[in-house]
């Protein structure tokens, strides 16, 4: 499906490019070449089709030809080094610097005129059919649609689900129906009443068992399938590691960036929920950056498959990089939930983050002197800040949490326990004498109420 709309949309492309320069159609370069040069150097602010930060690209020789009088010697100028052309006092030059808001381009002087000349045959004569698996690593620039696309196949997933439990209802509801027919058919006055053909009522129940046990195993693989489903889809495994909407890298954010947790996850100090932070947070820093220049790549993503990923984020909150501008139209990200406990479970970050803050990260590398942890959230969450993709470090079971509540002591010195517990440490250390470790269980950290509403 992906593929075809590429392939529908490069053909399209490469229609309007051959009949809109029919007059001239420039073939000195490589164009596969050139694709690859074009999508290395170009792709964070080019598309062929449509204006990034830049001007679409498509079709390029013959736009400058016809509207400026411009040859492929000027191109290769202005790819070059465009800000020594504008110093020359090209007046071309400064007039397209000026009609896109003063956005600097950036200069490539380590491109060779064969380069160029390539990326230029490309721009005019886009390869029209890409190999599929060329198509399916390709860098996305047509952000819209991969965010469509993405948010499209995790609302598949739900649509399975749902006609799966419908199919397993329908099914049961068969099932019943079924065994009603027989059972009505084996009541005795009506027996009684047809019995000239009592001999087709019991072939008629044979027939209706053997359905009713086909039905029944049906149902049973249906069921098995929809209940493993359901658990990949609610996450309570370990490891459950879902596709989200925007390739959002812990890594490189936590990682490589060192920022810190709870900038983006703000609430986890305040309340019973940490969520997943709003666009404009991203935006906060992504108005600026647009594009990925970091050293850490992840072995099968590049540069352009970063900047495309930025991409969907002004896509998302329709912000215009060349006009520095807002749209007004937006696309929601709907972020797939990871870690999620039932409806019964109460469980608080500010609990655990703040008052618990010293505890669990004593604690925990007490337990673990070889791995020790600097930032309380990753004795629950593991290490986040090397994980390209977030993924569940831990079961979150009920017996998860106990064991940690039996074995972590409580930090008696935090300004909240020793008012709160006070009576109850004095007591403690009068009966076992003063050296007495409080544990979260000893706090009442195994009691159901506090845990279960
Ligand atoms: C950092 C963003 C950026 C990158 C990367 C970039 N460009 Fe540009 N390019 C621009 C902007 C912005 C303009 C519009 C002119 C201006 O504001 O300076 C532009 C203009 C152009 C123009 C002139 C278009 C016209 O209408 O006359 C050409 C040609 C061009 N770029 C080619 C390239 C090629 C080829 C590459 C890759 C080798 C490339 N650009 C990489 C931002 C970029
Ligand atoms: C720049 C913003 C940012 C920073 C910094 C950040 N996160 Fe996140 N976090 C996100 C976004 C966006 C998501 C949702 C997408 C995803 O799952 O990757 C997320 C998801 C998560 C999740 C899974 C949420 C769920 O759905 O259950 C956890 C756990 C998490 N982050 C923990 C951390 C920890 C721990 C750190 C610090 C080491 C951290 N994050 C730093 C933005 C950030
Ligand atoms: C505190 C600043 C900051 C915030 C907030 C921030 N980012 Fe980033 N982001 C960065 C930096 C720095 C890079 C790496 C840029 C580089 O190295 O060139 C980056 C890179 C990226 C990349 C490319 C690498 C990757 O992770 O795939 C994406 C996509 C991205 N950010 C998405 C987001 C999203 C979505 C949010 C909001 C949930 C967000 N960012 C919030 C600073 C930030
Ligand atoms: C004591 C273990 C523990 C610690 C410490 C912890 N978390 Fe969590 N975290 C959880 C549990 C359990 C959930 C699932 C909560 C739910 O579904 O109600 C969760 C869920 C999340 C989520 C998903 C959204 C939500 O709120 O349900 C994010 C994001 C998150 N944690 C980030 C963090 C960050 C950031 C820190 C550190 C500041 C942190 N956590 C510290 C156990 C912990
Ligand atoms: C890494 C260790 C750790 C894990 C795992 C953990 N907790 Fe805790 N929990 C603590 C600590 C430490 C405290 C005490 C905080 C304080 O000093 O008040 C605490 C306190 C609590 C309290 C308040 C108890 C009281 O008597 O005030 C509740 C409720 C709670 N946790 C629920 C949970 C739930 C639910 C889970 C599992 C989803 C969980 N915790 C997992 C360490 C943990
Ligand atoms: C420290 C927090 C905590 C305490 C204390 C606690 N529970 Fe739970 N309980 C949980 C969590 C978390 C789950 C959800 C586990 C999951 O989703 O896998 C759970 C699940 C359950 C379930 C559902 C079955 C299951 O295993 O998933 C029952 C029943 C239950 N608890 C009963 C109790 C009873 C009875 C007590 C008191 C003796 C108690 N719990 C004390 C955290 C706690």
């Not at 390739?247 to 900038?263: M, P, R, T, V």
């Not at 520095?324 to 409806?343: A, C, F, L, S």
């Amino acid at each position: 499906m992906i593929s075809w709309r590429k392939h529908y949309k490069r053909g399209l492309i490469a229609i309007y490019v051959l009949l809109s320069t029919s007059a001239s159609i420039y073939a000195q370069g490589d164009a596969k070449n050139g694709e690859k040069l074009f999508k290395a150097n170009c792709v964070a602010c080019h598309a062929l089709d449509k204006q990034l930060v830049g001007p679409a690209l498509g079709g390029i020789v013959d736009k400058v030809k016809k509207e400026s009088n411009l040859d492929t010697s000027w191109l290769k100028k202005w790819i070059k080094d465009n800000k020594s052309l504008r110093e020359s006092g090209d007046k071309d030059a400064i007039a397209i610097f000026e009609k896109f808001n003063k956005v600097e381009m950036l200069a490539f002087p380590n491109l060779t005129d064969k380069d160029i000349d390539d990326i230029l045959e490309y721009t005019t004569n886009p390869p029209a059919a890409a190999p599929a698996a060329d198509a399916a690593t390709a860098p996305d620039t047509n952000s819209v649609a991969a965010l469509e696309m993405a948010q499209k196949q995790s609302m598949n997933s739900k649509v399975i689900l749902i006609s799966l439990i419908a199919i397993g209802g329908l099914l049961l509801w068969l099932l019943l129906k079924l065994r009603q027919l027989v059972k009505l058919q084996q009541t005795e006055e009506l027996a009684g009443l047809n019995a000239s053909r009592a001999v087709s009522f019991g072939d008629l129940y044979r027939k209706y068992s053997y359905v009713g046990k086909g039905v029944l195993v049906v149902l049973g693989i249906f069921a098995a399938y929809g209940i493993w489903n359901w658990l990949m889809w609610v996450g309570v495994y370990k490891g459950y590691k879902p596709e989200q909407p925007i390739y959002f890298s812990h890594k490189i954010h936590a990682g490589e960036n060192k920022i810190d947790c709870q900038l983006c996850h703000s609430s986890a100090k305040y309340g019973k929920v940490s969520e997943v932070p709003s666009l404009n947070v991203c935006m906060n820093c992504h108005k600026m950056i647009a594009e990925y220049n970091g050293k850490y790549i992840e072995p099968g993503k590049d540069k352009a498959f970063y900047d495309g990923e930025i991409q969907k984020i002004y896509s998302a909150v329709g912000w215009d990089p060349a006009s520095q501008q807002y749209t007004g139209k937006t696309q929601p990200v709907e972020w797939t939930r990871i870690h999620n406990m039932p409806d019964f479970v109460y469980f608080n970050h500010a609990q655990h983050v703040v008052a618990g803050e010293n505890a669990i990260i004593t604690s925990y590398n007490k337990k673990n002197p070889e791995a020790k942890i600097d930032v309380v959230c990753k004795a629950c969450h593991g290490q986040i800040d090397t994980m390209n993709v977030v993924q569940m470090a831990n079961d979150f079971t009920m017996g998860w949490c106990i064991e940690c509540h039996r074995t972590t002591e409580v930090d008696m010195t935090n300004g909240y326990n020793k008012e709160y517990f006070k009576n109850l440490h004095d007591k403690l250390k009068k009966q076992y004498g003063s050296g007495t470790k409080v544990t979260v269980a000893a706090i009442g950290g195994l009691e159901c109420g506090k845990c279960h509403y």
